[in-house]
């Protein structure tokens, strides 16, 4: 996990993942927000968002990023 955010409204956690650690990424993100945490998922992402700039917001804006490596991270 690594840091960031400034910790005024920030998400608490990004979650990071490739396709074939998405089932992984979303177990992660559904455990830690019924543990009360506020987390960012970027299948999450809302419709018609433009994808790169949302990924920069949340990585900048969340106090951690949580990266879930898989064969298809380490090749991305």
């Known amino acids: 996990m ?8 920030a998400p608490d956690c990004f979650v990071s993942y490739a396709d074939d650690g998405r089932a992984w990424a979303e177990w992660i993100a559904g455990t830690l927000e019924d543990a009360g945490y506020q987390v960012l998922l970027e299948s ?3 419709a018609g968002t433009h994808r790169v700039g949302w990924l920069d917001r949340a990585v900048s804006q969340a106090r951690h990023t949580i990266a879930v490596v898989s064969d298809g991270y380490l090749r991305s």
């Open 2 to 9: 690594t840091g960031g955010g400034d910790g005024h409204g």
């Open 44 to 46: 999450w992402a809302p």
